[in-house]
């Protein structure tokens, strides 16, 4: 899906045509289109391909004309034109609180700034205040803006995007630099499903050779600071990377501490106290010997302390000290427990392969089963499928069963839980399903009470559906959640045996840790973790789903789709019999 993608280039557009001058109306349309596409459920490409661009509200001809430039050539005349004109550096410009896009263009044309830092220097030496239409005022408000900032945090990167740009990173390092020992610490170790900058920790006998090399990477935009044991980069994603070089024997104590989280490694901290010891980023020390007693393997640091060796993942003081103190860290699942994805679309309704290819990339997974879960007819901006398209499917699935046994493919359906608290089909139509999918895509805004109540009555309720996918609805650095009663839902799902999915989407993850969790923890449900791909690639994202399943502490017998085919089609024949 190409949607951020193309919705980036639009708000580009809106705001260098703002910066030019040009026709406000002008202006206004490129944003409503960055925000239409942003928000569309579709591939945006796939809609170009079918001719529906102009269906999409708020896109017209020309608007049309610009998505498609853009998508077979990778540029857009309009948006070319408009970088010869302004300086693209005048975006950064026009984002300083107090300045926005009109003062930039008068700073650009009367004093030539054109970065962040010239306009500090402007500002500072009260070249501003002299400015028609600007005065003493507005430069104090320039440098004040600059300063918050400064100060402000920069927006969090989705670990889709921050963990293969570190292992891109990582790779470059080992092949190009002098690196010995490697591992990527921080948010990114432990999965997080946002990372605010990439921590990288190396051993080396040539520390400066490492240096000298990172700061010539590839994917390096800006040198922020260079030292011998310390450098700081900027990717071209505004992504910050602290590349470390340690000492060998301290090396796994690094690891720890720079790992994290800040809250476990306190809370470890306090631990050690207790028992005499004293933690840090070089190592295990008796505090009265002031001997070190660990420090070069991370298992070392923890055993050092009486602890348990704890998941990366865990490590966010949610108890699992505690845990660790008594030796009953769990076996977390890993990606190789997988024994199958339980939610795609294909070609039917609005992926981008055909159900053959779904399988045998899946099967390349190692995988032993797939649900096909294209969405179902209510859905019609996603093509959703009458009944006798999925007849159509259900034949093509039987004939590839066949083919590609003892892989087995399941026929299923992603349905809408309706506004009115109906689904797409009768209980009768349902029966022809493997297995029903059911979420939530459209009508987001009903009461809390409405939501909850509507999930209950389609989905939970009903003797077909088995898995509530992407249940809170949220998308990450996009919309927030529905407002859901959880707690309701997964009482209701104990009484059923109804699933809730963790979608491995990295826009999504959804449910996140915490709610999966408590729906372990506190009613004891079962979860299925699913990739929702609708392409090929996207099958791998699995891994990301399985992150949240261990930084919510599931374990493989906690995942329905960790089951063996054998088992999992015992599942499949559980609820059928137990009708309303
Ligand atoms: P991020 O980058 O915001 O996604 O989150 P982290 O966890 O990667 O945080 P970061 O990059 O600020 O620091 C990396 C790790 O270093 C952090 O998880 C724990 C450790 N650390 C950083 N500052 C402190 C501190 O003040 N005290 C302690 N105990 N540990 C710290
Ligand atoms: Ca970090
Ligand atoms: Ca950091």
Redesign the pocket.
Known sequence: MRNKEVAEKFYELAKLAEIAGENPFKVRAYLEAARRIENLTVPIEDLAKENKLTEIKGIGKSIAEKIEQYLNTGKIEKLEMLKEKVPPSLLELEKVPGLGAKRAKILYETLGIKTVDELRKAAESGKIRNLPGFGEKTEKKILEGLKSMRDKTVD?VLLGIAYPLAQSIVQELKENSPVDKIQV????R?M?E????I?ILVTSEKPDKVMDEFVKLPQVKEVIVKGDTKTSILTHENLQV?LRVVEPSSFGAAIQ??????QH??HL?ELAIKKGLKINEYGVFDLSTNKKIAGEREEDVYEALGLQWIPPEMREDRGEIELAEEHRIPVLIELKDIKGDLHMHTTYSDGTASIEDMAKEAMKLGYEYIVISDHAKALGIANGLSMERYLEEKKEIETLNKKYAPFKIFLGTELNILTDGELDFSDEQLGIFDICLAGIHTAFNQSKEQMTKRMILSAIRNPYVRIIVHPTGRILNGRGGFDLDLDKLFSEAKKRGTVFEINSSPERLDLNDLNAKKAKEEYGLRLSIDTDAHSIDSLHNMFYGVGVARRAWLTKDDVINAKSLKEFETFLKERKSRRK
């Open positions: 969090r610490c921080g948010s990114i432990r997080k946002t990372i605010g900058d921590d602290d501490y720079f790992t994290g989280s800040r490694n306190i901290r």
